[in-house]
């Protein structure tokens, strides 16, 4: 029996990990709280009719006590916060880019941590309004309002426009060179003039601690950092796929950091997003 358990377990494991990253922005996290439904499924009763949807159950409540836990610290987090990275290869990623983009997950953390569960389940692992009602312990009429509210918030943040692997790693190219030289006029020709770029470092590197909105603003503060600091120490830079972006991971002297490219529909970037939180770059230290 304790083998037919396991078995029934790590057949979830995957779909678990899907759901409680795309909960809690965090893989570590994430990682935790599926380890906390595999301790609950140890100790579950031997009458569990339907494994897949117990162990959802349990992760989905676990992810919303985690979020309920962290709203205070999340609220004096230090400059912006970008979830923790999703590193996969150019091609043939894992995750669909939709579901896992930062655009996507940062519509997520404006939802309530039941407006988010019910979105995720229903409208993203496709599990019927039923279903959803009887994990959060609501009334079906309950859960189809949360899920109309939470639609309102992310209608517009899944990408609409993607690049073929070959011209993504172009893309990512003429980033990475033009980053590596601090090129401003190449950077200046790569990003359009509405471009965003959200920098997370958590306090604990040094970052703007704004989200820099038009291609001036961005321009501005990177030859700001140059004038103080000179060129930082690049080791190397590594191609790949970022929260279902083309991206970078940047070995620098003081720790990796990601930056993940937002296309936009005329080859140029619309948005750079830049994790330098080492607290969120563990799982990359070592590469």
Known sequence: MDQERTNAFEAQRPRLMRLAYRMLGSLSEAEDAVQDAW?????AGDDVADP???LVRATTRLCID???????ERAHYKGPWLPEPLVEPLADPVERAEDVSIAFLLALERLSPLERAVFLLHDVFDEDYAEVAATLERSEAAVRQLASRAREHVREARPRFSVPPETAQKLITAFAAASATNDFTALSALLTEDAVMITDAGGKRPAALRVLVGRDDILRLLKGLQWRHGLPETERFEIARINGAPGLIAHLYDGP?????????????CAVYVTRNP????????K
């Open 39 to 43: 301790l609950r499924w140890t100790r």
């Open 52 to 54: 897949a949807a117990w």
């Open 66 to 72: 985690r979020l309920r836990a962290a709203k205070a």
């Open 257 to 269: 950091q990601t930056m993940a490219l937002e296309p936009a529909p005329d080859g140029r970037i």
């Open 279 to 286: 607290d969120k770059l563990t799982h990359l230290a070592t």
